[in-house]
T-cell receptor
Framework: NAGVTQTPKFRVLKTGQSMTLLCAQD?????MYWYRQDPGMGLRLIHY???????AKGEVPDGYNVSRLKKQNFLLGLESAAPSQTSVYFC???????????FGPGTRLTVT | SQQGEEDPQALSIQEGENATMNCSYK?????LQWYRQNSGRGLVHLIL?????REKHSGRLRVTLDTSKKSSSLLITASRAADTASYFC?????????????FGSGTRLLVRP
């Protein structure tokens, strides 16, 4: 099993450009999450999903959109990138609410 | 401010010594989880301790939870150079139809060979 995978691993965007980060999991987990990690800080929840076709806002949702069309995939979109969105983005999944999260390797995004 | 705060922010020890990291939080929790992050990598789950548990072990790891003091500690015994990483506590809170995992800012552990 690959676990949780993320593409791409690295990306550089110019301010105003858009992009989509893809997260895929092969563990048949219901719950999926997108976090961002900034230097010296813990992870902050952007959006999450409690099942196929559902999405909900986390702590820092502004400037991001998500979709969960298939159970195994969770997409994070940036419509108009800003330098404040420079960060490392982690996707995670869990089989049950409140259970341990399985994390992907991260996507390092730089917005210039 | 963060729900979970780790202490110390950084810790440097000799291989073979024990490492203790502490975590304090502010509100009632469903459970508390500890994660490890190697440099440039994703987080790896270490231990989950429920709010009605006081102590849990996994190999060389020992986690305690004191809900009256809203604090937890992670003890790594007989540390190895491979234990060098950042360690995060995360508190699991009930949120709408799911649970919200709130992370602290982490403890950076350096184990010197």
């Amino acid at each position: 099993n690959a676990g949780v995978t993320q593409t791409p691993k690295f990306r550089v965007l110019k301010t105003g450009q858009s992009m989509t980060l893809l997260c895929a999991q092969d563990m048949n987990h219901e719950y999926m999450y997108w976090y961002r990690q900034d230097p010296g800080m813990g992870l902050r929840l952007i959006h999450y999903s409690v099942g196929e076709g559902t999405t909900a806002k986390g702590e820092v949702p502004d400037g991001y959109n998500v979709s969960r069309l298939k159970k195994q995939n969770f997409l994070l979109g940036l419509e108009s990138a800003a330098p404040s969105q420079t960060s490392v983005y982690f996707c995670a999944s869990s089989g049950l609410a409140g259970a341990a999260r399985w994390f992907g390797p991260g996507t390092r995004l730089t917005v210039t | 401010s963060q729900q979970g705060e780790e202490d110390p922010q950084a810790l440097s020890i000799q291989e073979g010594e024990n490492a203790t990291m502490n975590c304090s939080y502010k509100t009632s929790i469903n459970n508390l989880q500890w994660y490890r992050q190697n440099s440039g990598r994703g987080l790896v789950h270490l231990i989950l301790i429920r709010s009605n548990e006081r102590e849990k072990h996994s190999g060389r790891l020992r986690v305690t939870l004191d809900t009256s003091k809203k604090s937890s500690s992670l003890l790594i015994t007989a540390s190895r150079a491979a234990d060098t990483a950042s360690y995060f506590c995360a508190t699991d809170l009930r949120m709408d139809s799911s649970y919200k995992l709130i992370f602290g800012s982490g403890t950076r552990l350096l184990v010197r060979p």
